[in-house]
């Protein structure tokens, strides 16, 4: 059977978080590994008023087929629902529904990626991005962040060199809003320059922000759609962290000659996203108010979940040397650097024994470095959870530490 598959499929590994998120099932581990919302503050009776109301009044509709471009009310809606909150005027024309931004990501790299072009990402960055793109054969330049995001002065020397092996960069992928998984929002000025590079060296800009709208403290920044030119800039957006993961419903921004292509390319993948769920988002969306003060719901509770985390962090982290962590404006994560040494891979199955779960650094970079960091997601656990787990986990690192020193020591004395 091995060689009836693809080159593709050879290519494809199981993802390291997908088996190490196998082993922490077990109720009393406290796990700070999902990417995933509190199912607590899922509007269920928002769900049931639009469901109920779209099956007795347009069911034949919502469970035939649809256009693979979309519902046009929900299009329509998305276009309005930008104008009030970024003040960006994007037409229907320019929005292609899609099955999540998951979805987006892989059309994204159907319709650009050919084999051996490169992509520039973050490192770290969302390591589902970095699957749909490796699928379509590409080479990443990995680009690392700051408290300020990524530090793109750093890109003109990679492309330089870059250039003058006649290699092409086709985007540069980006979570510019409380990334995933490193917390960190991308400052006014990184944007404005990243733009520049961008037209200077003639590459696209993807934007991926699922967490935009959870914002708990800091200044607005505009994205990346109200600051580039439309022909430049790709934006993605989804409805999964602020309403159900479970719709599956996203949204891809793009210029029409993009927009048509990535319409082909949904066409093979889906045919259509499901009708239902596009016909729940766009009957949400048209209640504005009630969708606001589902949003404002959610950004109250995990301010506290976020800052019951930091506070645990400090109660529990300061005394142990060189442990730094981000402090996000929003989103679900912050982000873990641990001292030079210590490999968070090695010390997950002490983790687990001592029933608190995080995810491994590495599996965000591309390159297989980072392996003295770590993700953590404060979205899912309750706050009692948050306090404990993160005393547990101070005590694992505490006795990796000890045991790292004692090493050290024994080869000192050799
Ligand atoms: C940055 C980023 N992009 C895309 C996704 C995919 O989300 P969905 O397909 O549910 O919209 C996620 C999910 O965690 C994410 O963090």
Known sequence: MEDKFSELARKLRPSPIRELLKLINEPDIISFAGGIPDPTLFP??????????????????????????????????????????????????????????????DLIGKVFINPGD?????????????????????????IPLDDEGMQVELIPEKLKKLRR?????????VVPDFQNPAGVTMSLQRRKRLIEIAEKYDFLIVEDTPYRELRYSGEHVPPFIALGPKERVISLYSFSKILFPGLRVGFVIAAPNVIRKLILAKQAADLCSPVLTQFV?????????????????????????RDAMLSALMKYFHDIPGVRWTKPEGG?????????????????????????AYIIGTAFHFDGSGKNTARLNFSYPTMKQIDEGIRRLSKVVEAELRELERKKRIKLTV
């Open 44 to 105: 269920i009776d928002l769900m049931w008023e639009v469901t109920q109301q779209i099956l007795e009044n347009e069911g034949d509709k919502a469970l035939q087929y649809g256009p693979s471009d979309g519902d046009i009310g929900l299009r329509e809606e998305i276009s309005k629902w930008l104008k009030d909150k970024e003040g960006v005027d994007i037409p229907a024309s320019r929005i292609l529904p899609t099955t999540a931004s998951q979805q987006g990501l």
């Open 281 to 305: 988002v766009r009957e949400i969306l048209k209640r504005r108010d009630a969708f606001k003060r589902h949003i404002m719901r959610l950004v109250v509770r995990y301010r506290d979940k």
């Open 165 to 173: 092996a006649q290699k092409r960069v086709k985007f540069v992928y």
């Open 332 to 356: 679900l994560f912050l982000w873990l650097t641990f001292p030079e040494g210590l490999d968070t891979e090695k010390m997950f199955p002490k983790a687990l024994e001592n029933k608190v």
């Open 118 to 142: 490169y992509v520039i990402v973050g490192l770290p960055t969302y390591l589902g991005a970095l699957a749909a793109f490796s699928a379509y054969g590409v080479q990443f330049i990995g």
